[in-house]
């Protein structure tokens, strides 16, 4: 064998002689896939092949049966599988082909030693990205079909001043009393009397729609008096002071006056649900149509302010989280420098012990931190300051006990020979090597800590995030606009402040 | 004087870094510590000032034992023995003037010191020391904005503070190109003759310990193998000094370095 050949077939490269003819190998690993391949000495590819085979089997059982949960026994399951999920037929086929491929790879595997396959590799990743697509439930038709919806939300949020601003409202409105259920003693229906709004019903008592969709009582109101061409909402008051707004097919009801103030419209009595306590035999129900006009000058809608002060409780949440958190830390992180801690087997143990409870701790995200902390301490920004605390101990404790042990002993001996005390070497040579990094990790915490806050407001850690979430929830998309738009502004004004300040000291 | 009798230093890893060294150092001597690295110079500096405890032996130092002092007697001596390093040690954060004012600290009242308070007198010292060294307008940039050989100056500037009576150097020139070399033992040398202080100084290059020093003492894996006057170390020859070093023996002619091979005749 010349030199060059050696260094082509390493030696780890080629098998022993297959145990079994190819044509065998390829039977025995249809009977059991990759038995084929362990007879022909690829012990390992056979292993691996088998349980890769194995899993991908049981996930795809697991895909069908989650298709088709109703169905018994495999072959009916399978059978509705295909027909509720297309999709998983091409799995199958994929499948399929693997099977067969492990087959032709043993052929090939107990054929020619000195050769190693890699085809089977390409179609087994081809099954798991085909599993993974089924898992997924990735559906790109839907992306791209659907892609408009996210337009009206999205163009709230990029842009969503209007929101900021409000005028000062007068409100136009006239009510008429609606007595539920009749009583054969019925309410004198309201009158025309000078130029002032008046709304007209009639009946003057009905009954509710129910809950099983049985219609309630048709009202015929007359408006007259009204501001001509101002959209006019039609609301209720329940007896029990709830206002609401009549609906009518899923739509807010609107109505639009004529020319003299004049319009009339039908609608049917809603279905609301009084509390157990409401037992009396009628109740006093008032329908009513009312007017809003601007005006005034404009100013800044409590929305706005809500944003603001929300922002601002978010900076301080962030600000007292790195306090308490840096107050914390200092300590903590001497426990946690090896080079502090390296002289005896038991601050040594300590040592490992600070080590592992930091690393468990910072582990453990802050939102979930939050979680318990709200459970603790309640709702609102208390329980985010603790949840980011936690957190800042481990990661500042991290930090600084790195920037202690990277410290460079020169100094301190040199202080050392100038016949110094030890709290003034420690003044003189430990103290200037280690505050910039840690005014510099405290100022890049700060930061962190800030936008952190944002999320721990998500599970009720108090902050901009807590209300945002609310705003999205009530589909407020503007007024959650406003406050992303605030912590963008925030987060990029304190990345760069703290940058500068960060530059400045190290 | 300083009188070394049977000094030994085992590291708590067992290695064994000095053997049984014994000598002494008269007052206003110049005297060099040859040898590898690895040999013991920088363990034997360190033992002197006790930066380092020795295993055994004693450090007799203007009749007291260094070697059994501890807390404030110990610093009271530490401060008559200035040190120089080879890597300056300086806190690079600190500026230059604190630098140099905390050689200052073994005489400074520590509650005054940690407030970073020194005494007129010892603000005059600085600069006066400053000035004697020429980096008197460097004195308010950090330290690390310093080149090397300004930073060693400042390593002497504060050895100066402590106005000692003798001054360490670690391997002083080391981390200095050669003509930075000169200039830095040009000012020992000054300390040495102007000022009467005792130099005691490690050095790798044969020409620099010709020309600067009194006496020589070579080390070789923790023991003493050479003594030589300054007669002594004038006649030595290259190979008197591979014997010393072993092979990588290296001279500094004239701001070169070279080869011994190549430069067996260089200039002292």
Request: glycine share 8%; net charge negative; aromatic share 8%.
């Amino acid at each position: 064998m010349s030199n060059n050949t050696k260094k082509l077939a390493h030696k780890d490269d080629i098998r022993q002689p297959s145990l079994v003819k190819p044509p065998i190998a390829a039977v025995l690993s249809l009977i059991l896939p990759g038995l084929g391949q362990a007879l022909a000495r690829a012990m390992r590819r056979g292993l691996l092949l088998l349980l890769t085979i194995a899993s991908i089997g049981g996930l795809l059982l697991w895909r069908f049966k989650l298709t088709a949960p109703r169905d018994e026994g495999w072959v009916n399951i399978i059978k509705k599988g295909w027909h509720l999920d297309p999709f998983l037929i091409a799995v199958t086929v994929l499948f399929a082909l693997l099977y067969i491929w492990i087959a032709v790879d043993a052929y090939a595997i107990a054929k020619d030693r000195t050769r190693t396959p890699i085809g089977v590799f390409f179609v087994l990743i081809a099954v798991f990205f085909a599993l993974g697509w089924q898992i997924g439930q990735i559906d790109i038709v839907t992306l791209i079909t659907q892609a408009d919806e996210a337009g009206p939300p999205l163009g709230r949020v990029a842009w969503p001043w209007e929101k900021a601003i409000a005028y000062e409202q007068s409100i136009l409105a006239a009510s008429a009393d609606i007595r539920v259920p009749c009583t054969g003693n019925e309410l004198a229906p309201n009158e025309i009397a000078g130029s002032e709004p008046v709304l007209i019903a009639t009946p003057t008592c009905g009954t509710l729609s129910t809950q099983d969709g049985e219609a309630g009582t048709i009202l015929h109101l007359e408006g007259h008096n009204f501001a001509p061409g101002e959209d006019t909402a039609i609301k209720w008051k329940d007896p029990i002071g709830n206002i609401f707004r009549q609906r009518q097919e899923g739509e807010y009801v609107v109505v639009i006056p004529d020319a003299e103030g004049y319009f009339e419209t039908d609608i049917i009595m809603p279905y609301r649900l009084l509390p157990p306590s409401a037992t009396d035999p009628f109740y006093v129900w008032v329908i009513f149509g009312e007017q809003t006009a601007d005006v005034g000058a404009a100013h800044l809608s409590d929305d706005f302010k809500l944003v603001v002060e929300k922002m601002i409780e978010t900076i301080f949440i962030g600000m007292m989280a790195t306090f308490f958190g840096v107050i914390l830390a200092v300590p903590v992180s001497f426990f946690a420098a090896r080079n502090l801690m390296s002289a005896s087997p038991i601050t040594l143990a300590v040592y490992y012990l600070v080590r592992g409870v930091l690393n468990i701790i910072r582990s453990i995200e802050p939102i979930i931190w939050a979680i318990i902390a709200v459970i603790v301490v309640g709702l609102g920004p208390f329980a985010g300051i603790l949840a980011l605390v936690f957190h800042s101990i481990a990661a500042l404790g991290k930090l600084y006990s790195e920037a202690i042990e990277s410290i460079d002993p020169g100094p301190i001996e040199a202080i050392q020979a100038t016949g110094a005390t030890w709290l003034q070497t420690v003044v003189y040579a430990v103290v200037p090597q280690i505050v910039p990094p840690f005014v510099s990790f405290t100022i890049y915490r700060w930061d962190i800590n800030v936008r952190m806050s944002t999320i721990i407001g998500l599970v009720g850690g108090g902050g901009i995030g807590f209300l945002l979430v609310q705003y999205i929830r009530i589909l407020d998309y503007r007024s959650a606009g406003m406050a992303v738009w605030f912590i963008a502004i925030t987060v990029a004004i304190l990345d760069y402040v703290s940058a500068e300040i960060r530059a400045r000291f190290v | 004087m300083l009188e070394i009798r049977n000094l030994t230093k085992i590291y708590d890893d067992g290695t064994v870094a000095l053997k049984n060294v014994s000598f002494t150092v008269n007052d206003g001597e110049f005297l060099v510590v040859i040898g590898l690295s690895g040999s013991g110079k920088s363990t034997l500096l360190r033992c002197i000032n006790r930066l380092i405890d020795p295993t055994e032996g004693e450090i007799i130092w203007n009749g007291v034992d260094m070697a059994q002092l501890q807390g404030e007697e110990l610093r009271k001596n530490r401060r008559q023995i200035g040190m120089i390093f080879q890597h300056f040690n300086l806190v690079r954060r600190s500026t230059v003037l604190t630098n140099v004012l905390a050689g200052r600290l073994g005489y400074t009242p520590q509650r005054n010191s940690l407030l970073g308070r020194f005494s007129e007198n010892d603000k005059q010292k600085a600069w006066t020391a400053l000035r004697r060294l020429g980096i008197e307008d460097q004195a308010h940039k950090l330290a690390r904005e310093l080149s090397g050989g300004q930073q060693q100056r400042v390593g002497v500037a504060r050895a100066l503070m402590q106005e000692p009576l003798m001054i360490l150097a670690d391997e002083p020139v080391a981390s200095l190109d050669p003509v930075l070399a000169h200039s830095i033992l040009q000012y020992l040398e000054a300390l040495n003759q102007e000022d009467g202080m005792t130099v005691l100084c490690s050095l790798h290059y044969l020409d620099l310990v010709q020309q600067y020093s009194t006496r020589v003492i070579g080390l070789r894996d923790g023991e003493i193998v050479y003594h030589g006057s300054r007669a002594d170390i004038r006649a030595m020859t290259d190979e008197e000094f591979k014997d010393i070093y072993g092979e990588e023996a290296v001279r500094v002619s004239a701001g070169l370095e070279g080869n011994l091979n190549d430069n067996a005749e260089g200039a002292a």
